[in-house]
């Protein structure tokens, strides 16, 4: 079994940055892609950011330019850089990564931009 576990969510201002971390333990022999979902208050999960096995990064339109996905494969750990923040961006953010072939979840962590 495969445990995610997330930190770094909070509160914080317009303008400001946070750096979301979420780590794998457990099982694990290879992880592949690696992803950031947000999910809003009546809204649908959104994928925010992924990043492959070979650190191909993709973003979503709404989020490019302000947010950067890394990874640190020795410690199975994904980060969320989030700069420039706006009150759009509040949200449960949410990791997500494929081991072997098998997806597993975050429990996720709040991130809560005030204006």
């Known amino acids: 079994q495969v445990q995610l576990v997330e930190s770094g969510g909070g509160l914080v201002q317009a303008g400001g940055s946070l750096r979301l971390s979420c780590v794998a333990s457990?099982?694990?022999?290879?992880?592949?892609?690696m992803h950031w979902f947000r999910q809003a208050p009546g809204k649908q999960r959104e994928l925010v950011a992924a990043i492959t096995s070979g650190s191909i990064t993709t973003y979503a339109d709404s989020v490019k330019g302000r947010f950067t996905i890394s990874r640190d494969n020795a410690k199975n750990t994904v980060y969320l850089q989030m700069n420039s923040l706006k009150p759009e961006d509040t949200a449960v953010y949410y990791c997500?990564?494929?081991?072997?072939?098998?997806?597993?979840w975050g429990q996720g962590t709040q991130v809560t931009v005030s204006s």
């Open positions: 457990g099982s694990i022999f290879s992880i592949n892609a």
């Open positions: 997500r990564m494929v081991v072997s072939t098998v997806p597993y």
